[in-house]
């Protein structure tokens, strides 16, 4: 199993620009999620997932789209890359007890 | 008050020392509990569930305060593979969970 894996590892983006974060896992879990991860904020919680064509906000959805057309694959789109954006992004799938797989993560830097 | 609270650190402890962490809730009805292990620039990790009983796994026990709304982690003969940050989580509702801000733990020679 790969578990949960996340491309790119890095990105760099100009303001204004778009790009898709790719998501995918092979654990066949139904709920998946996207979080930014900012120093002294923590994880925060962007949009998840509770199965293929299911999404929903989290606590910080703007600027950001998300769709679940297969049970593996759960992409983020940045519509139009602000500098505020930019983050540590993780994507996770959850497991039967709650516990949550993270994949590597993508660094991405908005200038 | 924020859903899930955590002293930020760093705790700085000699090897072989015991450290604990508390992390403090306000959500009442968080069902499901856990600490997470995060190294530098790494995705965070699964340590341990926290049960109501309590767990052990080797050298870190968790605990679950139900009354005062808190869990530990206990760390005991600290290594220096053990410096890291840890995260408390908690189920808030359907299969949504809430992370702190994480502990920094620095164990030095």
């Known amino acids: 199993n790969a578990g949960v894996t996340q491309t790119p590892k890095f990105q760099v983006l100009k303001t204004g620009q778009s790009m898709t974060l790719q998501c995918a896992q092979d654990?066949?879990?139904?709920?998946m999620s996207w979080y930014r991860q900012d120093p002294g904020m923590g994880l925060r919680l962007i949009h998840y997932?509770?199965?293929?064509?299911?999404?929903d906000q989290g606590e910080v959805p703007n600027g950001y789209n998300v769709s679940r057309s297969t049970t593996e694959d759960f992409p983020l789109r940045l519509l139009s890359a602000a500098p505020s954006q930019t983050s540590v992004y993780f994507c996770?799938?959850?497991?039967?007890?709650?516990?949550?797989?993270f994949g590597p993560g993508t660094r991405l830097t908005v200038t | 008050r924020k859903e899930v609270e955590q002293d930020p650190g760093p705790f700085n402890v000699p090897e072989g020392a015991t450290v604990a962490f508390n992390c403090t809730y306000s959500?009442?009805?968080?069902?499901?509990f856990f600490w997470y292990r995060q190294d530098c620039r790494k995705e965070p990790k699964l340590l341990m569930s926290?049960?109501?009983s309590g767990n052990e796994d080797g050298r870190f026990t968790a605990q679950l305060n139900r009354a005062s709304q808190y869990i530990s982690l206990l760390i005991r003969d600290s290594k220096l593979s053990d410096s890291a940050t840890y995260l408390c989580?908690?189920?808030?509702?359907?299969?949504?969970?809430?992370f702190g801000t994480g502990t920094r733990l620095l164990v030095s020679p």
């Open positions: 996770a799938s959850l497991g039967t007890a709650y516990e949550q797989y």
């Open positions: 654990m066949n879990h139904e709920y």
């Open positions: 997932s509770v199965g293929a064509g299911i999404t």
């Open positions: 959500n009442s009805a968080s069902q499901s």
């Open positions: 926290v049960y109501s």
């Open positions: 989580a908690m189920n808030t509702g359907f299969q949504k969970l809430v």
